[in-house]
């Protein structure tokens, strides 16, 4: 069966494209059950997916089904590409981290066919060959679906437990020349990187209130050194890539497996293309050699989750797991390895006060990374942030697009920490960070900041200036 494996775009403010993998793992486990799949990622696109099925069909190779994947903040934009493909003749089955956690929310949509619960490469094999051999779709674990008008709930699919026993991502099905490059917010790496990215490990045990991870789940399961370099071998000599970045919650959660990933990329001679870690790695799980062994190992710049600058708040209310000395320490540690360092940064968390969120900026301030990546709280679904707002707070956001993580709005009030006390202190966060004079020298006397002058100057309004807001 030809399957259409479809990513909706997304319309935050942030201009950074990376390959969406997840849909990479899907499409080559389809195709190695002898399916074809194709991906349509609408975010690099220039035709609507409308196009793309009728091509399909008037070349008389129609797609049997539309597999579309939806992160919170996207759930409209895959209703929206649901009921296209339908009213094209499409069953449709939507998967992915929000319709984990509300499955039922999608199943209420007349144009939506099936959901999918849980990890999918598994279940998607299964639900595409019941489709083609015309056999009912039932006890595919994690499936949801109409039958005789009632919708038939199933269990979260189960995880995969060995890593190493799925095929590796389908890079070569993605139009890789039209991503731009791993790095966030205002870097000025090259922005036509051949930029693939690549998951070494899957889930995270920590349990941060804010952080949604329903899909991989509370465990951490690792794949082998040996395959996670021959992926990387594969990205490198034969697909030309020009920068790889890890996108695993948590990569280093075991120490000696990370030290022997970095020193198998040396012996390989892997470590001519730099890499970066995209997500923020804990810094609770490092040492100094573990840093001196990534840097030699061709890794350019690594973040780190900081979160907040408040012991209290980092301890009791976001349950993160370390201390601000490890913070202090995995930095220190990283710059004299002669790495670049990037700091993700909460504002208005639960119980913040205007004092917990100074002393973030004064952290900010303290640790001075290359980057510092500064948020506001979103209160996602499925987190136990979420649970707590339910019962104390008040979350003004009425549409799941306003869960975007890069946004300028306060989502939430609860007790004293207000809207406006949040929005005022993360811009505040970016303009003392940002503004100092030998910070704003430097970006001044970068190339890149005049090639992109439009996109500086539309970050500088959306950091230091905003808007005003109405809110219900």
């Excluded at 679906?145 to 993605?174: I, K, M, T, W």
């Excluded at 790095?183 to 693939?196: E, I, K, N, S």
């Excluded at 020193?263 to 810094?283: C, F, Q, S, Y």
């Excluded at 004079?437 to 900041?449: A, C, E, I, Q, S």
Aim: glycine share 8%.
């Amino acid at each position: 069966m030809r399957v259409l494996l479809a990513s909706p775009e997304p319309k935050v403010w942030s201009s950074r494209k990376h390959i969406p993998l997840g849909l990479g793992y899907l499409a080559a486990c389809l195709r190695q059950a002898g399916h074809e799949p194709v991906i349509f990622d609408a975010a690099v696109e220039d035709e609507p997916v409308e196009a793309v099925i009728e091509r399909a069909a008037e070349a008389r190779r129609p797609f049997g089904l539309i597999g579309i994947s939806a992160t919170t903040p996207l759930i409209p934009d895959a209703w929206e590409m649901a009921e296209t493909a339908k009213k094209l003749g499409l069953p449709t089955i939507l998967g992915g981290p929000h319709l984990t956690i509300m499955p039922l929310e999608s199943m209420e949509k007349p144009f939506v066919d099936y959901v999918f619960k849980g990890e999918g490469e598994h279940g998607l094999v299964e639900l595409v060959e019941a489709l083609e051999k015309g056999r009912h779709p039932g006890g595919i674990p994690g499936l949801f679906f109409r039958h005789n008008g009632q919708v038939v709930a199933s269990d979260c699919s189960p995880l995969v437990e060995d890593l190493d026993s799925l095929p590796f991502p389908a890079h070569d099905l993605f139009k890789i020349d039209r991503y731009t490059n791993l790095q966030p917010l205002t870097d000025g790496l090259d922005p036509h990187a051949r930029a693939f990215t690549i998951v070494t490990s899957r889930g995270c045990p920590f349990q941060c209130i804010f952080c949604s991870k329903p899909v991989t789940g509370h465990t951490w399961r690792a794949r082998s050194v040996e395959n996670v370099v021959a992926e990387w071998r594969w990205l490198v000599r034969d697909l030309r890539a020009t920068e790889i970045g890890l996108t695993d919650d948590i990569w280093n959660r075991d120490l000696e497996r990370a030290k022997a990933l970095c020193r198998a990329l040396i012996d390989e001679g892997l470590n001519t293309v730099p890499w970066i870690t995209v997500h923020g790695m804990k810094v609770n799980y490092g040492d100094p050699e573990l840093y001196q062994l990534m840097k030699a190992a061709g890794c350019k710049r690594v973040g780190f989750g900081v979160e907040s600058g408040d012991e209290y708040i980092l301890k009791h209310v976001i349950k993160k797991g370390q201390t601000l000395e490890q913070v202090r320490d995995a930095f220190r540690w990283a710059k004299a390895a002669g790495l670049e360092t990037m700091g993700f940064f909460i504002f208005g968390m639960p119980h913040e006060t205007e004092e917990t969120m100074d002393k973030t900026i004064e952290l900010a301030l303290e640790l001075d990374p290359e980057l510092a990546n500064f948020m506001l709280a979103a209160p996602f679904p499925g987190t136990e942030m979420w649970d707590i707002l339910q019962r104390e707070g008040r979350i003004f956001s009425q549409d799941w697009r306003d869960f975007a993580i890069h946004d300028e709005r306060a989502r939430f009030e609860i007790g004293e920490m207000t809207a406006e006390l949040a929005e005022r202190k993360w811009r505040e966060a970016y303009r003392r960070f940002y503004m100092r004079p030998g910070r704003l020298l430097k970006r001044l006397l970068r190339w890149d900041t005049w090639q992109h002058a439009p996109t500086r100057l539309r970050d500088f309004f959306r950091f230091f200036v905003g808007h005003r807001r109405v809110r219900a």
